[in-house]
């Protein structure tokens, strides 16, 4: 399994951070594994290896069920592809002067081409799943801990097995408006300004303001 060379042209995240932050904030990532004429795709949510995100990202950690077949195919075939998506909408003409626009789909993706390594002994298999539950419990009130399981921890624990995917080949495509012109943008942005109380909307219009610093069109 290898890349084709896509061009990313303007769609090139600005910073090392913004790739992390995508990982961050939507971590739930399709892991997809060929061998032969067999493909499985598993959703699970990764953890990034390291917490200096201004360097590429060198590896996730993550767990499969055992009972999942796909564990089984990893250890035949241990290169994978890692699909993350983040925010992302629609953009409707609706919202310009310029009816003769089209309609278009904004959003913040990255891939990892990876090889995995599963981590079979209990002590790597406990590591894991203790940064997984304090990097997804981290800020909470009354942050929970495995360690309150009791006994029925281990029972659990053995029904998953930990893996660490090191990073061969990344590419993050950031499609955020960065192509549209000045007054389209602006139109843009000032649809989006007023529908901040949508919800999705409000994180999508953050995601591209930072992509498009320096742009007259502002979201605020």
């Known amino acids: 399994m290898t890349f084709t060379d896509v061009p990313q042209g303007r769609y090139v995240p ?13 971590p739930l990532a399709w892991i997809v594994t060929q061998a032969g004429d067999e493909v499985r795709a598993t959703a699970l ?5 390291g917490n200096d995100d201004s360097q590429p990202i060198a590896a996730f950690h993550g767990h499969f069920a055992t009972s999942n077949p796909h564990a089984a195919l990893v250890r035949r075939a241990p290169r994978a592809l890692l699909l993350f998506l983040g925010v992302n909408g629609y ?30 002994a209990p ?6 799943l203790a940064d997984a539950v304090a990097g997804h419990e981290q800020g909470r009130p ?6 309150e ?26 499609k955020l408006g960065q192509d549209e012109r000045e007054d389209v943008y602006a139109d843009i942005a000032g649809a989006m300004a007023g529908a901040l109380a949508g919800g999705d909307t409000k994180e999508l219009a953050e995601w591209m303001q930072r992509a498009n610093e320096g742009r007259t069109g502002r979201l605020p």
């Open 45 to 49: 949510p990764l953890l990034p290896e």
């Open 91 to 120: 953009v409707s003409p609706s919202w310009m002067h310029d009816r003769t626009q089209a309609p278009t789909w904004n959003y913040a993706s990255a891939q990892y081409l990876v090889d995995i390594q599963l981590l079979e």
């Open 142 to 147: 009354k942050a929970w801990h495995a360690g």
């Open 123 to 128: 002590p790597q298999r406990d590591a894991v």
């Open 14 to 26: 600005i910073s090392e951070g913004e790739i992390a932050r995508l990982v961050r904030e939507h």
């Open 149 to 174: 399981m009791g006994p029925r921890y281990e029972t659990l624990a053995r029904r998953v097995l930990a893996f660490r995917a090191g990073v061969v080949e990344r590419r993050a495509r950031f």
